[in-house]
């Protein structure tokens, strides 16, 4: 006979305050098999697990079923404690009774009646469960990072300055993300370029990091600790070694199409240099708008490159790449204009989006740092700031916060006044959120300092009449319609996952939330962590955040990251498939519809690679004669478990 | 009277990965649905044979319920695909056996959908209750 403790927690009120826990364990302790049945007020607390080990040893418990929060939570406390009582790990089980029983239902006396059935169903599983030793697996010491903006950046440079090596992906041909789009940061105001340049030459030069710019990561195989990893390089058609940055191409080149860096503010051709400093520092060119790679067709690129660095015959290449850990730093994009079409966006050249006016703020930029408008080049003398520009609205947008425009309005706004001393800046906003060290008090010299008007309300709508945009809108505060005949308006457009985020997601097979950004394991434990082992989220990837918060977090991954690949060997879970040979007859269905190929055929028997099996059981569920089955999932325990659930 | 005072014992099977977490996210979220599933965690919905489908009603439950990560992002990759097709054959066997139609679903609830698992189950329970008890598989005892 088994001899079962069973253990209730009170959650405090949070499970006692629905659940008679003392019913529970009254009538856990007639279960057949229960020998030990007591609750207590915090199980998962010091006291709690001292109670179960206790317990254990008295009473000579051989399984043990914790009947408090989801097993997201506290499985492995809870199994480390039946271990540190001397029981093998797998003879713990966990019964939530709080997250799908008391949290969700109020009717006492139901609730009760619910968690004991839940309750006898784990006895019954641990009843059936076998001792378990982790299968362990070597390490592979190397990390992926998906991303070359300041995230992926600060996460290669920690990884590799710590003796990692590194393999570092970004889709364009440059790193720096869209930090280096901007002129200055808040709330110091120091130039953007002047603080990340540095780092993107050091991720560049770093003997431990091998950077794939113009690189996209196509497939993940593989399990944490162990990932194979294909990236294809696009060819850029330009041997970086050779070009000297001479720029004799892009006088030649016929195509002009809008330039992604300036946000479509200016134009750049075919072969094009992002940004002087691109790092790598050479040429791309764009095979999508250049009219021909046949020097029949155009060539003109190649004829006049001296260093002869032009290679139409340049191809894709297929690059594979193992690693132990990857982090995903994939940053974000703005919201589509084309849904902010009550804004004017996209329809009126005066009227920008956030990134676009940091490009007129930048020294560097298209204008060379003037503000001028984009129409006809005149300084604008009344700019209106419109923050929440998709954010903060879920019936039309964006239902979240997109959290930086507060910071980066006043920014803007403030730099404006630096540049145009006679002009006037208004911001139209819901609520200021300044949290953060210096934020408030930036805010506060914007009023203060250099007079900009803030509005509290939403701008109802924006037209433009005789030269200037007029900006309808209401002050909230003061109870009145407010028009404005701005000469330029920018919209704080809301941030949303960059594209592409969503179908690499897919290929990583790790999780996203509603609105698209990477979901981290645990909101408030495990926030640099993907629920997929092996995977780090860093940066604007996971919610929107500003740059010191995404620096933070990239170390924090690569940090994470380390504990992996600073271990020799790292355990798998044993909870695999095993075959029952002399039911097998060697038909291979499960062989087949095993997403992971752990499975084979060898001599007539299907055979299990315990170390690629995930145990997710669509063998089990596939094989006609029962030959196939997950430990401690096996389908005798399903079949106790649904007996126990409906009473019987 | 009967119909009114009913109350169906339903199983459901859930995905570790997105409809346990998603049942796990409506009880973070203290939303609150009708007591009479009872939950049973898998690994993947493509590891629910037919015969726990079957076991279930013999053992007497009024309804089943199979949920597992929406189509195209199993956490096993493709494991839901071959839950979907399994679930639909068995829901045919179902109804040629004259079980009735409603009594058995498939659902697709991710780990962000708390409010859809409540909905769910809270239409499941409204939709079975006029049904009363399921007598046609569960075993005479």
């Given at each position: 006979?088994?001899?079962?403790?069973?253990?209730?927690?009170?959650?405090?009120?949070?499970?006692?305050?629905?659940?008679?826990?003392?019913?529970?364990?009254?009538?856990?302790?007639?279960?057949?098999?229960?020998?030990?049945?007591?609750?207590?007020?915090?199980?998962c607390?010091?006291?709690?697990?001292?109670?179960?080990?206790?317990?254990?040893?008295?009473?000579?418990?051989?399984?043990?079923?914790?009947?408090?929060?989801?097993?997201?939570?506290?499985?492995?406390?809870?199994?480390?404690?039946?271990?540190?009582?001397?029981?093998?790990?797998?003879?713990?089980?966990i019964?939530?009774?709080?997250?799908?029983?008391?949290?969700?239902?109020?009717?006492?006396?139901?609730?009760?009646?619910?968690?004991?059935?839940?309750?006898?169903?784990?006895?019954?599983?641990?009843?059936?469960?076998?001792?378990l030793?982790?299968?362990?697996?070597?390490?592979?010491?190397?990390?992926?990072?998906?991303?070359?903006?300041?995230?992926?950046?600060q996460?290669?440079?920690?990884?590799?300055?710590?003796?990692?090596?590194?393999?570092?992906?970004?889709?364009?041909?440059?790193?720096?993300?869209?930090?280096?789009?901007l002129?200055?940061?808040?709330?110091?105001?120091?130039?953007?370029?002047?603080?990340?340049?540095?780092?993107?030459?050091?991720?560049?030069?770093?003997?431990?990091?091998?950077?794939?710019?113009?690189?996209?990561?196509?497939?993940?195989?593989?399990?944490?600790?162990?990932?194979?990893v294909?990236?294809?390089?696009?060819?850029?058609?330009?041997?970086?070694?050779?070009?000297?940055?001479?720029?004799?191409?892009?006088?030649?080149?016929?195509?002009?199409?809008?330039?992604?860096?300036?946000?479509?503010?200016?134009?750049?051709?075919?072969?094009?240099?992002?940004?002087?400093?691109?790092?790598?520092?050479?040429?791309?060119?764009?095979?999508?708008?250049?009219?021909?790679?046949?020097?029949?067709?155009?060539?003109?690129?190649?004829?006049?490159?001296?260093?002869?660095?032009?290679?139409?015959?340049?191809k894709?290449?297929?690059?594979?790449?193992?690693?132990?850990?990857i982090?995903?730093?994939?940053?974000?994009?703005?919201?589509?204009?084309?849904?902010?079409?009550?804004?004017?966006?996209?329809?009126?050249?005066?009227?920008?989006?956030?990134?676009?006016?940091?490009?007129?703020?930048?020294?560097?930029?298209?204008?060379?740092?003037?503000?001028?408008?984009?129409?006809?080049?005149?300084?604008?003398?009344?700019?209106?700031?419109?923050?929440?520009?998709?954010?903060?609205?879920?019936?039309?947008?964006?239902?979240?916060?997109?959290?930086?425009?507060?910071?980066?309005?006043?920014?803007?706004?403030?730099?404006?006044?630096?540049?145009?001393?006679?002009?006037?800046?208004?911001?139209?906003?819901?609520?200021?959120?300044?949290?953060?060290?210096?934020?408030?008090?930036?805010?506060?010299?914007?009023?203060?300092?250099?007079?900009?008007?803030?509005?509290?309300?939403?701008?109802?709508?924006?037209?433009?009449?005789?030269?200037?945009?007029?900006v309808?809108?209401?002050?909230?505060?003061?109870?009145?319609?407010?028009?404005?005949?701005?000469?330029?308006?920018?919209?704080?457009?809301?941030?949303?996952p960059?594209?592409?985020?969503k179908?690499?997601?897919?290929?990583?097979?790790?999780?996203?939330?509603?609105?698209?950004?990477?979901?981290?394991?645990?909101?408030?434990?495990?926030?640099?962590?993907?629920?997929?082992?092996?995977?780090?989220?860093?940066?604007?990837?996971?919610?929107?955040?500003?740059?010191?918060?995404?620096?933070?977090?990239?170390?924090?991954?690569?940090?994470?990251?380390?504990?992996?690949?600073?271990?020799?060997?790292?355990?798998?879970?044993?909870?695999?498939?095993?075959?029952?040979?002399?039911?097998?007859?060697?038909?291979?269905?499960?062989?087949?519809?095993?997403?992971?190929?752990?499975?084979?055929?060898?001599?007539?028997?299907?055979?299990?690679?315990?170390?690629?099996?995930?145990?997710?059981?669509?063998?089990?569920?596939?094989?006609?004669?029962?030959?196939?089955?997950?430990?401690?999932f096996?389908?005798?325990?399903?079949?106790?478990?649904?007996?126990?659930?409906l009473g019987? | 009277?009967?119909?009114?005072?009913?109350?169906?014992?339903?199983?459901?099977?859930?995905?570790?990965?997105?409809?346990?977490?998603?049942?796990d996210?409506?009880?973070?979220?203290?939303?609150?649905?009708?007591?009479?599933?009872?939950?049973?965690?898998?690994?993947?919905?493509?590891?629910?044979?037919?015969?726990?489908?079957?076991?279930?009603?013999?053992?007497?439950?009024?309804?089943?319920?199979?949920?597992?990560?929406?189509?195209?992002?199993?956490?096993?990759?493709?494991?839901?695909?071959?839950?979907?097709?399994?679930?639909?054959?068995?829901?045919?066997?179902?109804?040629?056996?004259?079980?009735?139609?409603?009594?058995?679903q498939?659902?697709?609830?991710?780990?962000?959908?708390?409010?859809?698992?409540?909905?769910?189950?809270?239409?499941?329970?409204?939709e079975?209750?006029?049904?009363?008890?399921?007598?046609?598989?569960?075993?005479?005892?």
């Amino acid at each position: 006979m088994k001899r079962t403790g069973v253990f209730i927690c009170h959650c405090g009120i949070n499970i006692a305050g629905t659940v008679d826990v003392k019913k529970v364990a009254k009538e856990l302790a007639k279960h057949p098999g229960v020998t030990h049945a007591e609750d207590y007020v915090y199980m998962c607390s010091d006291p709690g697990q001292n109670l179960i080990i206790d317990a254990i040893k008295e009473k000579k418990l051989d399984k043990v079923v914790v009947a408090c929060c989801s097993p997201t939570l506290h499985e492995s406390t809870f199994r480390n404690t039946s271990k540190s009582g001397g029981l093998n790990e797998f003879q713990c089980e966990i019964a939530n009774i709080r997250e799908q029983c008391s949290w969700v239902h109020k009717d006492m006396t139901k609730a009760t009646e619910k968690a004991i059935k839940i309750t006898k169903s784990a006895v019954e599983r641990v009843q059936k469960n076998e001792s378990l030793e982790p299968i362990t697996v070597p390490v592979t010491k190397r990390a992926l990072v998906i991303g070359g903006g300041i995230a992926g950046i600060q996460s290669a440079l920690d990884l590799a300055n710590s003796g990692f090596e590194v393999v570092l992906v970004e889709k364009n041909p440059s790193v720096g993300g869209h930090m280096i789009q901007l002129s200055e940061t808040f709330p110091t105001l120091d130039c953007s370029q002047c603080i990340l340049t540095p780092k993107m030459v050091e991720v560049s030069k770093h003997p431990k990091i091998r950077l794939l710019t113009y690189s996209e990561v196509q497939e993940v195989s593989g399990y944490v600790g162990n990932f194979k990893v294909k990236i294809l390089k696009k060819p850029t058609y330009v041997d970086p070694d050779k070009c000297t940055l001479c720029d004799e191409c892009t006088k030649v080149c016929p195509v002009v199409v809008p330039d992604e860096f300036d946000l479509g503010l200016t134009g750049r051709r075919a072969i094009y240099i992002p940004f002087p400093q691109a790092i790598p520092a050479t040429y791309t060119l764009d095979i999508k708008n250049c009219p021909g790679l046949l020097p029949i067709a155009c060539g003109k690129c190649a004829d006049v490159c001296e260093p002869e660095a032009i290679d139409y015959d340049m191809k894709p290449e297929i690059i594979e790449e193992e690693v132990g850990a990857i982090i995903v730093a994939t940053g974000y994009d703005l919201y589509d204009k084309e849904k902010m079409a009550e804004y004017g966006y996209g329809k009126y050249a005066n009227v920008l989006d956030g990134l676009q006016f940091e490009r007129l703020l930048s020294a560097s930029g298209p204008t060379l740092g003037k503000i001028l408008r984009p129409s006809d080049h005149k300084e604008p003398k009344e700019v209106v700031f419109i923050q929440c520009a998709g954010s903060r609205d879920p019936e039309m947008h964006c239902p979240y916060c997109s959290k930086i425009c507060c910071m980066y309005t006043a920014k803007h706004a403030m730099l404006y006044k630096h540049h145009v001393h006679d002009g006037q800046a208004y911001v139209f906003y819901i609520d200021i959120r300044s949290g953060g060290k210096d934020y408030e008090e930036f805010v506060q010299r914007a009023v203060e300092e250099d007079g900009v008007v803030y509005l509290r309300g939403k701008v109802s709508k924006i037209f433009e009449e005789k030269g200037k945009i007029k900006v309808w809108g209401v002050d909230t505060l003061i109870g009145k319609d407010i028009e404005i005949d701005a000469d330029m308006v920018v919209l704080a457009m809301a941030m949303r996952p960059s594209q592409g985020a969503k179908e690499l997601s897919k290929k990583l097979k790790i999780a996203i939330d509603k609105d698209g950004f990477l979901s981290e394991a645990h909101p408030k434990l495990r926030p640099v962590e993907s629920v997929s082992s092996g995977f780090f989220l860093a940066g604007a990837a996971q919610a929107p955040k500003d740059i010191p918060e995404a620096v933070a977090q990239a170390s924090g991954a690569a940090a994470k990251a380390i504990t992996i690949l600073s271990q020799e060997r790292l355990h798998h879970a044993p909870t695999v498939a095993k075959v029952k040979p002399n039911l097998c007859t060697g038909c291979g269905m499960c062989v087949l519809v095993c997403p992971y190929e752990a499975l084979s055929l060898k001599n007539g028997k299907v055979e299990v690679n315990e170390v690629l099996c995930e145990g997710c059981g669509t063998c089990s569920a596939t094989c006609l004669r029962a030959a196939i089955e997950v430990r401690n999932f096996t389908p005798l325990q399903i079949h106790e478990m649904i007996r126990s659930s409906l009473g019987g | 009277m009967m119909a009114e005072e009913f109350e169906p014992k339903i199983v459901a099977f859930l995905c570790k990965w997105c409809s346990s977490a998603g049942s796990d996210l409506a009880g973070v979220s203290r939303m609150q649905y009708p007591a009479n599933v009872l939950p049973i965690t898998v690994m993947c919905s493509g590891s629910v044979s037919p015969l726990y489908i079957l076991s279930a009603f013999n053992k007497g439950a009024d309804g089943v319920l199979v949920s597992g990560c929406h189509p195209g992002d199993c956490h096993y990759i493709k494991g839901n695909y071959y839950a979907r097709r399994r679930i639909a054959l068995v829901k045919k066997l179902l109804e040629f056996f004259g079980l009735e139609p409603q009594r058995f679903q498939m659902s697709w609830v991710s780990a962000a959908e708390g409010t859809k698992y409540r909905e769910i189950i809270k239409d499941f329970v409204q939709e079975i209750k006029p049904l009363g008890p399921q007598t046609k598989l569960r075993r005479n005892v």
